[in-house]
């Protein structure tokens, strides 16, 4: 039996209106857990954060999630489709965003857009229109080697609304962003779920979540420590500090008993 509290919004499958089901994932190699078993869902208009440290499993999961990291056990469907039996069909309902970039640099920003718009049969209207969206329309003729991190990931972040996809999974996209695109992000996944998206992302800053997120999962060493509704914890926690006060008490501290105690 765990030590660790989940809350609610835990669920499992079976639930209509999950999007992205995840039941009972792991992620092993050799003898190292990379990740325990791990249950996520996500719906149609709703933000969900991991959040967590280095090492807490967010980027793991995201990439099996993503359908680029295989399963060591449990399963992960989307839209009904698990990505073992249709890998094409899955990788089509997903805009996937790397937490680093891995476009070659060399191309500009509108090739390198144009690029994977190509791969989807998107017209160059939505490529100008999301060119537009992150602040880089009036540097498409930029190389990508001359890009800050920021630039970048907003590229990266257009990359992955090119198709409109039902489901928006984002590895640290505020990371290298400055206050105004962060806000600005914010902004986008909002628009993104009330048009129906489900977002998934991971941040291992709080106050992202705490701004952005509908619910949230606490990471630890490769762990779930929780799962719940953000304006729930906001309250349960209220004298705490909200969202940080949460995370304090159920996962820092509690580690930090555990750890003690051997």
């Not at 630039?151 to 400055?178: H, I, S, V, W, Y």
Request: hydrophobic share 40%; net charge neutral; glycine share 12%.
């Amino acid at each position: 039996m765990s030590n660790w509290p989940l809350g609610f919004g835990n669920g499992g499958e079976g639930v209509s209106n999950h999007l992205l089901q995840v039941k009972d994932a792991t992620k092993t190699i050799g003898k190292a857990t990379l990740l325990h078993p791990c249950t996520l869902t996500a719906g149609k208009g709703e933000i969900v954060a991991l959040c967590g440290g280095n090492g807490a499993g967010k980027s793991t999961l995201i990439r099996m999630i993503a359908g680029i990291s295989s399963l060591s056990g449990g399963s992960v469907s989307l839209d009904g489709i698990r990505w073992t039996e249709n890998r094409l069909a899955y990788a089509e309902r997903i805009g996937y965003m790397p937490d680093e970039f891995q476009f070659g640099s060399a191309l500009t920003a509108y090739e390198t857009l144009s690029f994977y718009a190509a791969l989807r049969r998107i017209g160059r209207d939505r490529v100008f229109e999301l060119l537009e969206t992150v602040g880089l329309l009036e540097v498409r003729d930029r190389k990508v080697s001359t890009f800050s991190k920021g630039m970048r990931q907003r590229l990266l972040f257009a990359q992955a609304m090119l198709a409109k996809p039902p489901l928006l999974l984002l590895d640290e996209p505020t990371n290298g962003l400055d206050p105004y695109w962060m806000e600005s992000f914010g902004r986008l996944i909002r628009q993104a779920a009330s048009d129906g998206q489900a977002v998934v992302f991971s941040t291992h800053q709080l106050n992202i979540a705490e701004s952005y997120a509908d619910r949230a999962l606490f990471m630890s060493s490769g762990h779930v420590r929780y799962s719940g509704d953000i304006e729930s914890l906001k309250k349960e926690y209220l004298s705490e500090g909200g969202l940080y006060g949460a995370f304090r008490s159920l996962v820092t501290d509690k580690e930090e008993r555990i750890r003690k105690e051997g």
